[in-house]
Structure formats: C-alpha cells, structure tokens
C-alpha cells in the first residue's frame, strides 16, 4: 500500500510504514474506531499468547510467580506514564472498574453535593443516580462556557459554595471531540484545597485521554484518575488503571468491597488496608491481559505521547475539514481544543446505515 502523508506529520512517511507492519490488522481494516477498542500491535498480543501458554504448561499461578518481575514491569510502565509511582497505580479490569473502586471509596453521607460537568460519561452520571438514591446524595452540574467545556469561573464559584464531596470531569467525552481544559480545573482545585476543604475529592476520567496526550499527575492535581487501556494506549480488551494519590491513601480511602489483595485480615474483627494501590485491586487477574498492557504502554511510549498528540490532532483536523466539505454532512464537535473524536451527521441518513456501509467497505467506525 503506498502511503501518502500530510504536511506537518509528526512521523515520516518511513515511521507510519514501520507502524503498519508492526501492526498487522492495518492489512485488513481501516481502524477508526480507537474510542472503542484500538488495533493491538503485534508486540501487545505476543506478549499475552505467550503467557496463556506458559499457564497452559505450567499453570496459572506458577506462572504469574515466574513472571512476577515482568509483571510488577506493568507498574513501573504505568508510573513513568503519568508521572508517578510504581505504588500509586491499581489494574483494573476497565475504566467503569477503576471509577467504580474510586467512587465507591468516598464517604458519602445524605446531602453531600457531587459536582460535575454537563459532558460526563453516562456510566458516571447514571452511578451518581444510584448514589442519589440510595444515599440522597445532591447533583450539581457545572456550567459550560459558550463554545463548549466547563466554565471556570462557574466551577470556582460552585467549589467554594458547595463544598462537594466528589468533584468528577470527564476529560474527553465519549461522543465529541472536546477536550475539558483540564489544566486549569487542577489549579483551581489545588488552590481550593489549600483552604483546608479536607473533605473534597477529584477523580478525572481519562478513558478517552489516555495514549492519545500526555497526562501528568502531578500537574493535574486529581486524587484520581481513571481509564481504560484498550482504546488509545492499544491494549487489549478487559484492562484499565487506577491511578490513587498519596492524598487519598494517606487518607485512609478504600474500595466499599476491598478483599483480601487490598488487605490483610489480621483478627476476627479487624483488617489491615494495604498503604499503596494495591488495596485498590482484586486478588485474581487474567495476568496475559496484565502484560499485553504493558507491552502496550511501552509501545506508546516509546513513540511519545506528545507526538501522538500532534498527528491525532492534525489528522482529526483535516477529517473534520474534509468532511464539512461534503454536502448534507455536518460535524458536530465543539469546545476550546478538539481531539480526534470526529462526530458528525448526514442529514436524512441513518447512523446505523453510515456504520454498516462503512463495515462493508472495511472501514471500523463507530
Ligand atoms: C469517557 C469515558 N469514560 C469511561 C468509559 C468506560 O470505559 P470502559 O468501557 O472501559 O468501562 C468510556 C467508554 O467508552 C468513556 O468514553
């Protein structure tokens, strides 16, 4: 296939061939369908038939213990990812898991207010219904600017007035291509902590974000973060990470079904929480999926985060063009910076229809 590449493309035209064939489904699919569930590089999908045939020869848990070196590997990968540590990151099983295990740490009580914006993931707005219900916990949604993303000053103005229990950004929605000005939601939210409002706390979802920018913890300023590995980081399917900070383990926070990974049971009445993320995981794991991730994180990293970032945007940027050129096609995405979640709307078709046509042409879109 020959290979013809924008201007101003973050690789060369020799970089995007050797992607391809490291990437053997590019011969059979056009793949655009990465916030779904990204094409796993050889390497990733190696790295877990390898290990399903270890425990197929030796069993699974001789083998996690032969490997335990290359799995804590997933760890330490994880950390360099987002500027952390090793002891700060719990595997999961996919975003909704590692949400789930962070929301379910905080000590709601009746009243306490969850402050959140109007572009959230469905799944969290739908678990704060939940809350709502069995908790009476209070919603508060922050305003969005005009063009789209959370207002700042709305968000400062409800942070102080609240004082919320849980403060929850959706980083990049699932269905646009906005990206939530992220940076600035830490500072404001760092600064409002120095006012001693213990009892708040941050989780970012940063299913979309992850491999497609670079995340850095320490700058976003959230007590967690979550997301899943098998869509931008192109890892496999069943994955995702936690990230917990210092704050919320030295805190004391814990998932509501901790078990014995997460801690020790040291009498009759009474458990130990494990001090680092650990106490956020299950005791089993399907450990190939464990080291597909790795071998994943280390393939994105190893083209760099800010390189992706130029080519998704350029990329996106010239689909969203080209389409807005074609008649009755309308793009739909708004916000201060887009990323490469393209939505669009033909008017008088079908999505359905648009997603089988493309399919029988082999292009994956969503
Ligand atoms: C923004 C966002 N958050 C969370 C999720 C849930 O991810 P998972 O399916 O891994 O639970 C998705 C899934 O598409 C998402 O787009």
């Not at 704050?247 to 009474?270: H, N, S, T, V, Y």
């Not at 001090?275 to 994105?300: H, M, N, Q």
């Amino acid at each position: 296939m020959s290979i013809s590449i924008p201007v101003n493309s973050a690789f060369t035209k020799d970089e995007i061939a050797k992607f391809r064939v490291e990437t053997t489904g590019t011969r059979n699919v056009i793949h655009l369908n990465n916030a779904g569930s990204g094409l796993m590089p050889d390497v990733v999908t190696q790295a877990q038939v390898d290990h399903i045939h270890l425990e197929s020869q030796i069993g699974g848990y001789e083998a996690a213990a032969l490997n335990a070196d290359i799995i804590m590997g997933f760890y330490e990968q994880c950390g360099i990812l987002l500027n952390t540590k090793a002891r700060n990151i719990a595997f999961t099983s996919s975003a909704t898991d590692a949400y789930t295990r962070a929301l379910s740490s905080i000590p709601f009580e009746s009243g306490d207010v969850i402050l959140t914006d109007r572009d959230d993931f469905v799944s969290n707005q739908i678990q704060f219904l939940s809350l709502k219900k069995r908790l009476g916990v209070q919603i508060v949604h922050i305003a969005n600017e005009v063009n789209g993303g959370v207002d700042p000053g709305d968000l400062k103005d409800k942070l102080y007035k609240h004082r919320p229990k849980l403060l929850s950004i959706t980083h990049i929605p699932t269905n646009s291509g906005l990206v939530q000005p992220v940076g600035e939601v830490g500072k404001i939210y760092h600064e409002y902590l120095q006012h001693d409002y213990e009892k708040t706390w941050y989780i970012l979802d940063a299913c979309q974000s992850a491999g497609q920018m670079k995340l850095d913890v320490q700058n976003l300023h959230c007590d967690f973060m979550s997301f899943s590995c098998r869509k931008f980081l192109r890892g496999p399917r069943g994955t995702g990470a936690l990230f917990i900070s210092d704050r919320a383990l030295q805190g004391g926070l814990e998932p509501m079904f901790i078990d014995m990974r997460g801690a020790e049971w040291k009498e009759k009445d009474r458990y130990d929480q494990q001090p680092d993320a650990k106490r956020f995981e299950d005791w089993d794991f399907a450990y190939s999926t464990v080291l597909g991730t790795k071998s994943a994180i280390e393939y994105c990293s190893a083209i760099g985060e800010e390189k992706i970032w130029q080519q998704v945007k350029l990329l996106s940027g010239i689909t969203r063009q080209r389409l807005k050129e074609m008649d009755r096609v309308h793009t739909m995405d708004r916000g201060p910076e887009l990323a490469v979640l393209v939505t669009f709307h033909v008017e008088g078709s079908d999505p359905v229809y648009i997603v089988q046509e493309l399919l029988r042409r082999k292009i994956n879109g969503q």
